[in-house]
């Protein structure tokens, strides 16, 4: 039997997260766990917190890797937590740490991730229409280079599908 595929989900935090992006993020975090994924997550709230509760609930492990350096301030459904204490730069450790990311809306913050698995060829797959970052990038590239095409998918339950079929290891 082989590693489980690490799934980073990414985008909005919870002042910007609305209801209805964070009913997406649940699902995709739910389908995660229906693929036996691993779920990994910068491990606060919004996109964040609704991924890490679909896929516990969904009887995945939920992997939590926070910027703060106090485990506390990790969302409750987190089976693990990884507290950096690096702050920002700690968009690094999520990025490389996965094996393909799902981008659920999302600002500045998602975009270092995003950039940061693009510059070392991790699949990235946009959520469409859940706003921000994931509607600006589906189906572009993030520059002239052409390295990764973002793959742009409609449903939490497509990008989760294609995010298993591309991953890398």
Do not use: W
Request: glycine share 14%; hydrophobic share 40%; charged share 20%.
């Amino acid at each position: 039997m082989g590693r489980r595929k690490q799934v980073l989900v990414i985008g909005f935090g919870k002042e910007q997260c609305s209801e209805s992006v964070y009913q997406l993020a649940y699902k995709v975090g739910l389908e995660v766990a229906k693929h036996d994924g691993i779920l990994l997550s910068g491990g606060l709230g919004g996109v964040m917190e609704a991924a890490s509760r679909g896929a516990k609930e969904g009887g995945s492990l939920v992997v939590g890797i926070i910027p703060q350096d106090d485990k506390a301030s990790a969302n409750s459904y987190c089976d693990v937590v990884i507290a950096t204490g690096f702050g920002s730069a700690r968009d690094f450790i999520t990025a490389y740490s996965a094996d393909v990311v799902i981008i659920v809306g999302g600002g500045a913050g998602t975009l270092i991730e995003t950039a940061a698995a693009y510059q070392k060829r991790i699949p990235l797959i946009a959520l469409r229409g859940s706003g921000g970052v994931a509607d600006r990038l589906a189906g572009s590239y993030l520059d002239d280079r052409s390295i990764e095409r973002v793959i742009g998918e409609s449903s939490p339950e497509a990008a989760v599908s294609a995010a298993f079929k591309v991953a890398s290891y």
